[in-house]
Every structure is written in structure tokens, then in C-alpha cells.
């Protein structure tokens, strides 16, 4: 079989056209398939552009978060204007848990950071950190979050501090927790919201002399409508400085305390001064009374003698219900006159212009005069010793004696330390008392020295006598050795009187004896008596040196003791700022 030209002509033509048409179809499902493959590529672009831009706004937002999170610690904790502190729940000491304060060591050399009591089965106490909050009776971490189950932050809590004007005063902070949530849970910023939650790593109190530190690890999720989520951590913290609350307990205790007078004239009656008498003083370590040592030398120096101001008198009651006191004429005393009476008791009185009425101190507290310790008597054994004629020189063997009478003239009679009944020494004698290897103890029941005897003095000595010392003649003592503190006079009853012109020096304790210095005779020391009488120009001049007299007065003494307490009730200093901050939890 055989086709003609024209035949084959129009076959190959058919062909042709089929061929063509498969090519088209084969163009066209290849163009299909691009376009195809074109528009998926496409939409794979288009989503991963929109999840980017999805977590880069959830990134955003959570880290808006945590710059709210810092303005609103700044806010709550920052130095409240009341209180001028920072109003962190106050520090616990005591060791039972608490859950309205925190506890901490302050200050710590060492913070010690542990994990919260619960956090085998809570995540957040198992963050370490150096300060914790009692809650179910245990210390765990401080947290603050959307969850009443994790928080244990208190929500209302009190600081007690003092105010501007120093008064303590308790402050209420209530609400905080709440506040926390109303502004940093499901928080709106664009079109997403974010939560907060924050742990407190550490709370250290500053040190001496430099800052410490609050931080708080505070972690930030946020959520857009479309399901997309960030979380964002970082840290809170500022300098602080300690704030503290001091308050003063005073407590006043009252007691009986003993007031020992110091040496002066004592009555334990009254004071009579006559005449050109005086009361001053003197110090005996400066040298003689009234001698030239230059002013400013002591205290109450008058001038620049070896004279002061300080012969104080004391009067414990009336003298013949007339009064403590009695001064006539320009009788005196240069320091006070201390008495019992009350004014305008008529207790004292004045006649003359020697004393000035401003130096009489009344209402003092009674007197308490110690009893006068017995004297002795001598052996019935002991034998009795007299001297007759004249120009004789005679030391007493040491022992005891009863009567010991000096007559005569010019007759020397040295007593060796001992108990004795009654000295009696008359005419122009003298009688030589003490020793230069100590003192010397006399027991006498009377001593008595008349006409111009002399009274010779070469050691301390301590005499005592039970019944009257009369002085009548004269009396020194070795040049520069002796002090009236070194002649101790005790005189149970009886009397004591100085006479003429004999001075005398001493520390006499007389309280139930009146004593009388009369004429131009002078004491130096203190004397104690029962009524002390001082007429013409005998003098007392006080030995500021003395030891005290005895006497004393009970006097009601309130002693406030103040307890000052410290403690810390707050914190003040920098501004909350954030570090560290990280894509992703704590």
C-alpha cells in the first residue's frame, strides 16, 4: 500500500499538529507547575514573616514589662515621703517565722543564700537566696505573683519608725500585693499584655560605712491575641543605707544615799558667834594659814594669802529655842551657814553687820552624828604620877597611869602613848605629846592644862577623852611637820574649851560636848560639837585638807537611767535600676 504525495502531505500534517498540541499541554503543566511551586514559596514567606514579627512584638512587650516592673518597685519601695525609708516589711528577729517581716542576718559578713522550705515541691523556693518569709509556719522564698498559691508577700503589713518630730509611729502599709497585680498582671501595652513575677534574691544590710543592696529576680511573660508568647528576666536592685528607729526608755529609781559633810563647824544644836569671830578656811598643804602664796592657787582663795572661802557652818537644831544660829556684832562665817530651820522660822539670828543673811542656807536635811567610841579606863594597878618643884625634865615610862598632876615651873613632862584618868598640869610647864615613829594613842577620862602650859606636839597623835578637855595655856607643834589632820580629838562628854591666847590645832569629835573658844585663841581643822560658842576674836579657820567630819544626812537621790534601743525599721538611698536582662526565665 502507498499514499500519494498529497496524501502523505496531509498525514504529516495531522502529526504535526498533534504533536504540537502535546507540546502546548507539556508548556502548560510546567508553567502550572511554577506557578504553583511560585504561589507556595510565596505563603511559606508570608507566615515566617508573620511569627516573627509576632515574637518580636511578644519580645517587646515583655521587656516592657520589666521596665514597668522597675517603675513600679521604684514606686512601692522607693523612699516613702511620709517616712522618708524605704517601706519594706520590718526585719525579724525573733526566730519564729514570720509572715509580715523578713528574715535576714544583719549585717552579714557573708550573706548565706539557701532554697526555700517548700522547694521540693514549689520551683520558686528553689532559687537561692539570702532572705526569706515565714509562711505555713516555715521560711520561704519572698515572692510576689499572679498566684495566691505562690505569693508570700504580705499584702498588708506595719513599719514602725519615728516621725519628723521624733515620736514613734506606726505606719500602715496595706494592699501591695493587690497593687502589684492591678498594675504588673495581664498588663495591657499595644495589642498584648504581660504578667510579672518577682523573687527577692537578697536583702543585705549595709556595714559600717558602706551600702548594701536589694535585688529582685523579676521575670516577664507576655501573650499576643494570636497565641504568641515571650518570657524575659532580669534584675531589680538598688543601694541601700540602713534606717533606724532609736527609742530612749528612762526609768527613775529613788534611794537613801549617805551625804558625808565634808570638814567644817558641826553643831549638832546651834552656832554662837560674838564679836569679831570668824569662820573661814585655809589649805594646809600650801603652807601656814594667811601666808603669801600668790592668787589663783585653789579654789575660793581669797586674795593671794593661804586664805579661802569655804568655812562652812552646819546647825542641826535650835539653840535654846532661839534660833540655829546667832551672830553678833561682825561675827561671821566666809562660806555658808547650812541649817534645819525653815525661813522666817526665827531659828536664826543676826545681829550686826558681819554676816550676810544670803549666805544662810535653810531647809537642810537633819544630821546624823555616829556615836563617840567609849574611852577606856586604866588598870586598877595603875599607879598615879606628880610632879612638884621646878626645872625638871622627865619622860614617863611606857605604860599606864591613873592621875598624872604637873606642878611647878619650867618643868618638862613627856607622856608616853597609854590610858590615863585625869592630866592636870598647872603653871608654867609644858606637857609633850606624840612620837616622830607614828601616832600615838591617849585615853584620858579628863585632860586639863591651866596657867600658861604648854602644849607641845611632836608626832600624830590620837587623843580621847571621856569626860571634858579644858585648854588654858598654849600649844605648838614642831615647825612645819605636823597638820590639824595629824591631832585627832574625840570627846565623849563634858565640855571643850579654849581659853586665852592659846591656839590649837585639830580634828575634834565633840558631838554631845558644847565647845567654847573665848579670847584671842585660834583653832585650825574642823570641829564637831554639841553647841558651839566662839566669843572676842577666836577664830576657826577650817582646814580645807581635813578628812571628812563623820556626819552625814540621808538624802533621797533619783538616778534615771535611760536604755537606748536601736533597731532597723527601714531603708533609704539609690533608685531601683535593671540589669542582666535575658531572653527567658530566672
Same mark, same amino acid.
Given at each position: 500500500?502507498?499514499?500519494?504525495?498529497?496524501?502523505?502531505?496531509?498525514? %504529516?500534517?495531522?502529526?504535526?499538529? /498533534?504533536?504540537?498540541? $502535546?507540546?502546548?499541554?507539556?508548556?502548560?503543566?510546567?508553567?502550572?507547575?511554577?506557578?504553583?511551586?511560585?504561589?507556595?514559596?510565596?505563603?511559606?514567606?508570608?507566615?515566617?514573616?508573620?511569627?516573627?514579627?509576632?515574637?518580636?512584638?511578644?519580645?517587646?512587650?515583655?521587656?516592657?514589662?520589666?521596665?514597668?516592673?522597675?517603675?513600679?518597685?521604684?514606686?512601692?519601695?522607693?523612699?516613702?515621703?511620709?517616712?522618708?525609708?524605704?517601706?519594706?516589711?520590718?526585719?525579724?528577729?525573733?526566730?519564729?517565722? +514570720?509572715?509580715?517581716?523578713?528574715?535576714? *542576718?544583719?549585717?552579714?559578713?557573708?550573706?548565706?543564700?539557701?532554697?526555700?522550705?517548700?522547694?521540693?515541691?514549689?520551683?520558686?523556693?528553689?532559687?537561692?537566696?539570702?532572705?526569706?518569709?515565714?509562711?505555713?509556719?516555715?521560711?520561704?522564698?519572698?515572692?510576689?505573683?499572679? +498566684?495566691?498559691?505562690?505569693?508570700?508577700?504580705?499584702?498588708?503589713?506595719?513599719?514602725?519608725?519615728?516621725?519628723?518630730?521624733?515620736?514613734?509611729? *506606726?505606719?500602715?502599709?496595706?494592699?501591695?500585693?493587690?497593687?502589684?497585680?492591678?498594675?504588673?498582671?495581664?498588663? #495591657?501595652?499595644?495589642? /498584648?499584655?504581660?504578667?510579672?513575677?518577682?523573687?527577692? %534574691?537578697?536583702?543585705?544590710?549595709? &556595714?559600717?560605712?558602706?551600702?548594701?543592696?536589694?535585688?529582685?529576680?523579676?521575670?516577664? *511573660?507576655?501573650?499576643?491575641? @494570636?497565641?504568641?508568647?515571650?518570657?524575659?528576666?532580669?534584675?531589680?536592685?538598688?543601694?541601700?543605707?540602713?534606717?533606724?528607729?532609736?527609742?530612749?526608755?528612762?526609768?527613775? *529609781? #529613788?534611794?537613801?544615799?549617805?551625804?558625808?559633810?565634808?570638814?567644817?563647824?558641826?553643831?549638832?544644836?546651834?552656832?554662837?558667834?560674838?564679836?569679831?569671830?570668824?569662820?573661814?578656811?585655809?589649805?594646809?598643804?600650801?603652807?601656814?594659814?594667811?601666808?603669801?602664796?600668790?592668787?589663783?592657787?585653789?579654789?575660793?582663795?581669797? !586674795?593671794?594669802?593661804?586664805?579661802?572661802?569655804?568655812?562652812?557652818?552646819?546647825?542641826?537644831?535650835?539653840?535654846? @529655842?532661839?534660833?540655829?544660829?546667832?551672830?553678833?556684832?561682825?561675827?561671821?562665817?566666809?562660806?555658808?551657814?547650812?541649817?534645819?530651820?525653815?525661813?522666817?522660822?526665827?531659828?536664826?539670828?543676826?545681829?550686826?553687820?558681819?554676816?550676810?543673811?544670803?549666805?544662810?542656807?535653810? #531647809?537642810?536635811?537633819?544630821?546624823?552624828?555616829? &556615836?563617840?567610841?567609849?574611852?577606856?579606863?586604866?588598870?586598877?594597878?595603875?599607879?598615879?604620877?606628880?610632879?612638884?618643884?621646878? !626645872?625638871?625634865?622627865?619622860?614617863?615610862?611606857?605604860?599606864?597611869?591613873?592621875?598624872?598632876?604637873?606642878?611647878?615651873?619650867?618643868?618638862?613632862?613627856?607622856?608616853?602613848?597609854?590610858?590615863?584618868?585625869?592630866?592636870?598640869?598647872?603653871?608654867?610647864?609644858?606637857?609633850?605629846?606624840?612620837?616622830?615613829?607614828?601616832?600615838?594613842?591617849?585615853?584620858?577620862?579628863?585632860?586639863?592644862?591651866? /596657867?600658861?602650859?604648854?602644849?607641845?606636839?611632836?608626832?600624830?597623835?590620837?587623843?580621847?577623852?571621856?569626860?571634858?578637855?579644858?585648854?588654858? !595655856?598654849?600649844? +605648838?607643834?614642831?615647825?612645819?611637820?605636823?597638820? &590639824?589632820?595629824? $591631832?585627832?580629838?574625840?570627846?565623849?562628854? !563634858?565640855?571643850?574649851?579654849?581659853?586665852?591666847?592659846?591656839?590649837?590645832?585639830?580634828?575634834?569629835?565633840?558631838? @554631845?560636848?558644847?565647845?567654847?573658844?573665848?579670847?584671842? /585663841?585660834?583653832?585650825?581643822?574642823?570641829?564637831?560639837?554639841?553647841?558651839?560658842?566662839?566669843?572676842?576674836?577666836?577664830?576657826?579657820?577650817?582646814?580645807?585638807?581635813?578628812? #571628812?567630819?563623820?556626819?552625814?544626812?540621808?538624802?533621797?537621790?533619783?538616778?534615771?537611767?535611760?536604755?537606748?534601743?536601736?533597731?532597723?525599721? =527601714?531603708?533609704?538611698?539609690?533608685?531601683?535600676?535593671?540589669?542582666?536582662?535575658?531572653?527567658? =526565665?530566672?
Amino acid at each position: 500500500m502507498y499514499f500519494q504525495r498529497d496524501d502523505m502531505k496531509s498525514c %504529516l500534517a495531522e502529526g504535526q499538529r /498533534g504533536a504540537a498540541l $502535546v507540546l502546548a499541554m507539556l508548556t502548560i503543566l510546567v508553567v502550572s507547575s511554577l506557578a504553583g511551586a511560585m504561589l507556595f514559596s510565596g505563603s511559606t514567606d508570608a507566615l515566617i514573616h508573620n511569627n516573627e514579627v509576632s515574637a518580636r512584638q511578644a519580645f517587646y512587650i515583655a521587656e516592657s514589662g520589666l521596665h514597668h516592673a522597675t517603675g513600679w518597685f521604684m514606686s512601692r519601695f522607693g523612699a516613702d515621703p511620709s517616712t522618708g525609708f524605704w517601706v519594706l516589711p520590718e526585719r525579724n528577729t525573733s526566730s519564729t517565722p +514570720s509572715p509580715t517581716k523578713l528574715t535576714y *542576718t544583719e549585717p552579714p559578713a557573708e550573706p548565706v543564700y539557701s532554697l526555700g522550705a517548700q522547694s521540693g515541691s514549689n520551683p520558686d523556693d528553689a532559687i537561692p537566696t539570702s532572705v526569706k518569709i515565714g509562711a505555713g509556719g516555715v521560711l520561704r522564698n519572698v515572692v510576689i505573683s499572679s +498566684s495566691n498559691s505562690t505569693t508570700t508577700f504580705p499584702n498588708d503589713y506595719t513599719v514602725t519608725a519615728n516621725d519628723s518630730s521624733g515620736v514613734s509611729t *506606726t505606719y500602715y502599709y496595706n494592699g501591695v500585693v493587690d497593687d502589684f497585680r492591678a498594675h504588673l498582671v495581664n498588663h #495591657s501595652v499595644g495589642n /498584648g499584655m504581660f504578667s510579672i513575677k518577682a523573687i527577692m %534574691l537578697a536583702l543585705n544590710p549595709p &556595714p559600717s560605712g558602706a551600702n548594701g543592696i536589694i535585688m529582685w529576680q523579676v521575670t516577664s *511573660t507576655s501573650r499576643l491575641p @494570636n497565641g504568641a508568647t515571650a518570657t524575659v528576666s532580669g534584675i531589680i536592685s538598688a543601694p541601700i543605707s540602713a534606717v533606724s528607729n532609736t527609742v530612749e526608755t528612762s526609768v527613775e *529609781t #529613788s534611794e537613801m544615799t549617805t551625804i558625808v559633810l565634808p570638814p567644817g563647824v558641826i553643831a549638832k544644836d546651834g552656832l554662837i558667834l560674838n564679836g569679831n569671830a570668824k569662820v573661814d578656811s585655809y589649805r594646809s598643804d600650801l603652807g601656814a594659814y594667811n601666808a603669801n602664796i600668790g592668787s589663783g592657787r585653789y579654789e575660793g582663795q581669797i !586674795g593671794s594669802t593661804n586664805r579661802g572661802s569655804k568655812g562652812d557652818a552646819w546647825a542641826n537644831g535650835p539653840h535654846n @529655842n532661839d534660833g540655829s544660829y546667832t551672830f553678833n556684832g561682825n561675827a561671821h562665817v566666809t562660806g555658808k551657814a547650812y541649817t534645819t530651820a525653815a525661813p522666817g522660822s526665827g531659828r536664826v539670828i543676826i545681829n550686826g553687820p558681819g554676816m550676810n543673811p544670803n549666805n544662810v542656807v535653810y #531647809s537642810q536635811p537633819p544630821l546624823t552624828f555616829p &556615836p563617840v567610841p567609849a574611852v577606856p579606863s586604866p588598870p586598877a594597878s595603875a599607879a598615879d604620877f606628880t610632879v612638884n618643884g621646878s !626645872g625638871k625634865t622627865i619622860t614617863l615610862p611606857n605604860g599606864n597611869y591613873k592621875d598624872v598632876t604637873v606642878n611647878g615651873s619650867s618643868n618638862t613632862v613627856t607622856l608616853p602613848g597609854g590610858t590615863y584618868e585625869d592630866l592636870i598640869a598647872n603653871g608654867n610647864n609644858t606637857i609633850v605629846l606624840g612620837s616622830s615613829l607614828g601616832t600615838t594613842t591617849y585615853n584620858f577620862r579628863s585632860f586639863t592644862l591651866n /596657867g600658861s602650859t604648854l602644849l607641845r606636839i611632836v608626832g600624830p597623835v590620837q587623843i580621847n577623852v571621856a569626860n571634858g578637855m579644858t585648854y588654858n !595655856g598654849n600649844e +605648838s607643834t614642831t615647825i612645819g611637820s605636823l597638820k &590639824p589632820s595629824d $591631832v585627832k580629838i574625840n570627846v565623849v562628854s !563634858g565640855s571643850f574649851t579654849l581659853n586665852g591666847s592659846a591656839d590649837a590645832i585639830g580634828i575634834v569629835y565633840a558631838p @554631845n560636848v558644847n565647845v567654847n573658844i573665848n579670847g584671842s /585663841g585660834d583653832f585650825f581643822g574642823s570641829i564637831v560639837g554639841n553647841r558651839i560658842t566662839l566669843n572676842g576674836n577666836g577664830d576657826i579657820h577650817v582646814d580645807e585638807n581635813s578628812a #571628812s567630819s563623820g556626819v552625814y544626812y540621808q538624802q533621797e537621790v533619783t538616778t534615771t537611767t535611760t536604755t537606748t534601743t536601736t533597731t532597723t525599721v =527601714g531603708y533609704s538611698g539609690g533608685s531601683f535600676s535593671l540589669s542582666g536582662m535575658r531572653q527567658g =526565665g530566672g
